[in-house]
């Protein structure tokens, strides 16, 4: 008996603008559709979320591919993750600067390579290796961007630890799926954090941090200021109280609370299990998501407090 397919994907957490709302929802409105139309013709959720993620990479809206924050150099700097629940298999990049969609080379390492993390030239040479085109860092860069960081550069002495405060963009992207076979995958991708020493990896590329999946347990995604979430192997957290059995929409809460009060962190999660059972949380201001089931389709900019 197949499954019924769940796809939920995420564009961010943090204080979303009411200018930027509408945006957001077209993003991840999107990033659900392209997932879902591998779902609904019986594809995998491997598949599924990469489709969805590299909507998400190409939408200038979000900090993930072309139009992500930009390092302290002034360059696009891109980590992303992609796991499959059925397999335990995974592939990653960090620190990537000519790729256009990183989740692409991060499926290729997946499919193709003993290995799980290819990082900055290196993950570039295994991806052109593996007929994937490079584009140049430029190609990524907007003018949006570069004003963004001239002007946190131009304050740099007022600023203390506000660059990780709820109120500054946590664009991340992510999607989680289930598909007929009843299988799950998760996929999480990044620009990182406006003005990043270069070279810096935060949790979005890390296994267990801002991305996990295993049919036994759940397929997670994160978003938020990386530093905590990774400290806390978050996503990896969220799965094994699936797993222990609870509910994924319970774990998801749990999560925000444990990232807050552990660590005052903020971001957000979105989390799916074998049975499509899911949950969407954060405990930043906003958040960005989409989910498509059988029954129905949705899209919110979600509110707290
Ligand atoms: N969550 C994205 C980052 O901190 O890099």
């Given at each position: 008996?197949?499954?019924?397919?769940?796809?939920?994907?995420?564009?961010?957490a943090w204080a979303i603008p009411d200018?930027?709302?509408?945006?957001?929802?077209?993003?991840?409105?999107?990033?659900?559709?392209?997932?879902?139309?591998?779902?609904?013709?019986?594809?995998?959720?491997?598949?599924?979320?990469?489709?969805?993620?590299?909507?998400?990479?190409?939408?200038?809206?979000?900090?993930?591919?072309?139009?992500?924050?930009?390092?302290?150099?002034?360059?696009?700097?891109?980590?992303?993750?992609?796991?499959?629940?059925?397999?335990?298999?995974?592939?990653?990049?960090?620190?990537?600067?000519?790729?256009?969609?990183?989740?692409?080379?991060?499926?290729?390492?997946?499919?193709?390579?003993?290995?799980?993390?290819?990082?900055?030239?290196?993950?570039?040479?295994?991806?052109?290796?593996?007929?994937?085109?490079?584009?140049?860092?430029?190609?990524?860069?907007?003018?949006?961007?570069?004003?963004?960081?001239?002007?946190?550069?131009?304050?740099?002495?007022?600023?203390?630890?506000?660059?990780?405060?709820?109120?500054?963009?946590?664009?991340?992207?992510?999607?989680?799926?289930?598909?007929?076979?009843?299988?799950?995958?998760?996929?999480?991708?990044?620009?990182?954090?406006?003005?990043?020493?270069?070279?810096?990896?935060?949790?979005?590329?890390?296994?267990?941090?801002?991305?996990?999946?295993?049919?036994?347990?759940?397929?997670?995604?994160?978003?938020?200021?990386?530093?905590?979430?990774?400290?806390?192997?978050?996503?990896?957290?969220?799965?094994?109280?699936?797993?222990?059995?609870?509910?994924?929409?319970?774990?998801?809460?749990?999560?925000?609370?444990?990232?807050?009060?552990?660590?005052?962190?903020?971001?957000?999660?979105?989390?799916?299990?074998?049975?499509?059972?899911?949950?969407?949380?954060?405990?930043?201001?906003?958040?960005?998501?989409?989910?498509?089931?059988?029954?129905?389709?949705?899209?919110?900019?979600?509110?707290?407090?």
């Open positions: 008996m197949p499954t019924n397919p769940v796809l939920v994907v995420h564009g961010g200018d930027m709302v509408e945006a957001h929802l077209n993003g991840v409105r999107n990033a659900a559709a392209a997932g879902w139309r591998v779902l609904e013709r019986g594809g995998s959720a491997l598949d599924a979320v990469e489709e969805a993620v590299v909507v998400l990479e190409d939408d200038e809206t979000f900090d993930a591919g072309r139009g992500s924050f930009l390092n302290r150099d002034g360059k696009v700097q891109l980590d992303a993750f992609i796991m499959d629940g059925s397999t335990l298999r995974g592939g990653g990049v960090g620190c990537v600067e000519r790729l256009r969609h990183p989740v692409r080379a991060a499926r290729k390492i997946l499919s193709d390579s003993p290995h799980v993390y290819f990082v900055a030239e290196g993950a570039e040479r295994f991806a052109a290796e593996h007929g994937i085109a490079l584009c140049r860092n430029e190609d990524l860069v907007i003018p949006r961007e570069v004003e963004r960081l001239r002007e946190y550069q131009a304050q740099a002495s007022n600023h203390g630890n506000d660059l990780f405060a709820p109120t500054i963009s946590h664009d991340t992207v992510g999607a989680v799926a289930l598909d007929r076979d009843g299988n799950i995958a998760a996929s999480t991708s990044t620009g990182g954090t406006l003005n990043k020493a270069p070279g810096r990896l935060g949790d979005s590329s890390l296994i267990g941090c801002g991305c996990y999946a295993d049919n036994l347990s759940a397929a997670a995604s994160t978003t938020g200021w990386g530093e905590p979430i990774m400290k806390l192997v978050l996503a990896k957290w969220a799965a094994d109280r699936v797993e222990s059995g609870s509910l994924p929409e319970w774990v998801a809460k749990e999560a925000m609370n444990y990232l807050k009060q552990r660590l005052n962190g903020h971001g957000g999660i979105i989390l799916l299990d074998a049975q499509g059972r899911f949950g969407i949380a954060h405990n930043t201001p906003r958040m960005a998501w989409a989910l498509q089931t059988v029954q129905k389709q949705e899209a919110g900019i979600t509110r707290n407090g």
